[in-house]
């Protein structure tokens, strides 16, 4: 059955967002040829929200400690937003060598992807 995800980021600097995810995240990945880097991701869970807009999805990288990691990737020259408190976890985001935007979360609820037994 199902044994992971691949997620793609869209990217008007393909390059640079690589290294970026390459050198200042420091995921581990693979050359798939020709250059063309896949990064191995922490694990991720899925949640589905509803909605009464057209369908999209969306990407945020988890931390146990945003002001940690965010003073972390500042040191690393990242620019990062402001952090705010949504009630079920804070989050900002961070930005890429493009210009794109990746969300960042602390969650405060239970995460899915350390929990045994499921649903």
Request: net charge negative; hydrophobic share 45%.
């Amino acid at each position: 059955m199902i044994n992971g995800a691949h997620v793609i980021l869209y990217s008007r600097d393909a390059v640079a967002d690589r290294a970026f995810i390459r050198d200042v995240l420091g995921f581990p990945g693979v050359d798939a040829g020709g250059g063309w880097l896949i990064f191995a991701l922490p694990p991720a869970e899925v949640a589905v929200h509803p909605s009464t807009e057209r369908p999209s999805h969306e990407l945020y990288l988890m931390c146990d400690d945003i002001e940690g990691t965010l003073a972390q990737l500042r040191e690393k020259g990242v620019t990062v937003g402001p952090v705010t408190d949504q009630g079920w976890g804070l989050l900002t985001a961070i930005t890429l060598p493009s210009g794109a935007e990746l969300g960042l979360y602390e969650p405060r609820h239970t995460v899915a992807h350390g929990a045994a037994g499921g649903v």
